[in-house]
């Protein structure tokens, strides 16, 4: 209990506060999150887990601006953005924050490099800039003679780097990640975490959703869910 | 922030649909053709009715044309032998036309007689037309040599014709043909000048001229030919005394053209039995014309309309289907950071570019079938400016009203449900 009242201060970064996430499931109410309270300092990694249906996605969603609180607040980098609209949430997206998801989610139609340039584009990066900086990105996750494939003559790995360089376009504080590994192999997927942390180390806030507890061990905070309820959070030391 | 620039979007948009060149191609095809169509049909309408007033324009729109005619009944009686039909237009009538109407700026009798001519060895017949000076000017015709008449032929009775320069090329064949005699029926005319000749059809209106006219002053055809003219007909010898063929009348303004059409009329009726006349107005046949051209305007939008309609509704079918299949893309640019301005924009450019291109293509095709028919059959057609104009907002219109349901589909998409999209 001593750990979980230290991440629920009115100082955090990212801060929930008793936060509820109702669905309506024909005439019974589903409560995804059912009066979540937690902070995240700015510069940690936290590993959010749990059983499927505990809500840990709902979680992730709401703290990735995809998704609304029914009720309770959501501030942002010192912004309450629970009761923002459609557009500002975009921008904040835009802006504020970087995904990386388990299906990779590449367009699979435009290059590589189109691909990393993407959130440039709504920022309105004029398009040589935005060429340097995917070649940039590309090299950081070691792709710079890929740029010109499609998504679709890569391995998963690959698509994964991809996918991370242009979460990372926009340099976003804050990395969420949907089981980053879970469409990997156990060594890819190693490689990946180590490229996360990597990120993690240069400063970037990084929340994940997994369900393995081997992946759950590269962060420094594990989350467990249960029922729409924050069940514990542990400390792992590295 | 960086401008969200057009340019990007619309170079975005092209990169989507030439994604799937063959899918894109059809899309456009509907509005190839409406454009197609509407721009062809508008240039052979614009075409015929260009012509038709260009033929009213070279009778004048300021003349009226007043023809004697065998009325029926003579018609009917002409069979027998000995007799003389007496018909048409007087020289009193002439008399009354030119000064009881003040609308009248002026006015010019005409005779007409076929005759036979010669030059040399050539022969051919001839219509000789018995005029004044007067009928140069009302009908603006290019002199191609010499002169035309003038007032001191009709007063001196100057044996002297202008020929028209298709009958000047056949009967004379020669370069030089100013001073030459030919001979009219058995009289000679020295020929003063060439003039060019408009004959044929102008709507309903015979052109006053034609291309075998010979010119003569309206004394001399008098004082050599007469008034009477006998023709074999099966077999029959008739005789008709006509003393004018037509009165081609000048009003002074456009406004009183069909008054004073409507009281010549009424002042002939006085003095004529039987109705041996007959009064042509172009003005009212150039008002006739552009009636039916508005007619045939609506109709040709009606058609267009419809074409356009559906090609429309394909571009519309499409993108929802592109909506749907697109739905885990649209997913992956919200979440990233895309509003939904930015998503109905993407689709709405994307529907744009295909109609306005598939309108260029159709103005390609528009201009080019007008061109063919033009080519092949030799009718006339005028591809106008405003035609291209319109037909350019449409197909930019057709993009805009039909991308709009798809890009407010695309844009409503949640972001949660089409990340998980397979």
Known sequence: MQTRD????????????????????????????????????????????????????????????????????????????????DDALSEHRLKHLGFIFQSFNLIPQITVQKNIELPLYYLGWDADESADRAVELAKKVGLEDRLGHKPTELSGGQMQRVAIARALANEPEILLADEPTGNLDTSTGHQIMDLICELNDLGKTIIMVTHESEIAEHAGYNLHMRDGLIERIKENRQ | MKRFKLARNIWLGIENLLLHKLRTFLTMLGVVFGVGSVVAMLSVGEGASQEALEQIRKIGSHNIIINSIKSDDETSSSTVYTRMSIYGLKYDDFARVSESNPAVKQAVPVKIINKDARFHTRRMELRVVGTTAKWFEMLDRLVVAGRVLL????????????????????????????????????DYFMIVGIVKSEGGMAGNIQMPDEQTDAYIPIKVARN???????????????????????????????????????????????????????ISVPLALLRQAEATKRT????????????????????MNIMLASVTERTREIGIRRAIG??????ISQFIIETVVLSTVGGFIGIAIGVA????????????????????????????????????????????????IALRHE
């Open chain 2, 338 to 343: 895309a509003k939904r301005g930015q998503i």
């Open chain 2, 296 to 315: 045939f305007n609506i109709v040709l939008g009606s058609i267009a309309a419809i074409s356009l309609l559906v090609g429309g509704i394909g571009i």
């Open chain 2, 224 to 278: 050599y030919f007469g008034d009477i003219t006998r023709k074999s007909t099966a077999g029959t010898w008739i005789r008709e005394m006509v003393e004018l063929h037509k009165i081609i009348v000048q009003v002074d303004s456009l406004d009183n053209v069909v008054k004073t059409a409507n009281s010549i009329e009424a002042m002939l009726r006085r003095f004529h039995d039987k109705e041996d006349y007959q």
């Open chain 1, 6 to 85: 230290s991440h629920t201060s009115e100082d955090g970064f990212i801060r929930l506060t008793n936060v509820m996430k109702t669905y309506q499931m024909g005439i019974e109410q589903v409560h995804a999150l059912a009066g979540v309270s937690v902070s995240f300092e700015k510069g940690s990694f936290w590993a959010i887990m749990g059983p499927s249906g505990s809500g840990k996605s709902t979680m992730l969603n709401i703290l990735g601006c995809l998704d609304r609180v029914t009720s309770g607040s959501y501030v942002l980098q010192d912004e309450d953005v629970s009761t923002l609209g």
């Open chain 2, 369 to 416: 079938i007008p061109w063919a028919i033009t080519y092949f059959s030799g009718m006339p057609t005028v591809v106008t400016m405003s035609s291209i104009i319109l037909s350019v907002g449409i197909s930019i219109s057709v993009g805009v009203v039909f991308g709009l349901y798809p890009a407010v589909r695309a844009a409503n998409v949640d972001p949660i």
């Open chain 2, 151 to 186: 007032p001191r032929d009709n007063e001196k009775m100057a044996n002297v014709v202008v020929l028209t320069e298709y009958g000047a090329r056949r009967i004379l064949a020669t370069g030089n043909t100013i001073g030459e005699n030919i001979r009219i029926g058995s």
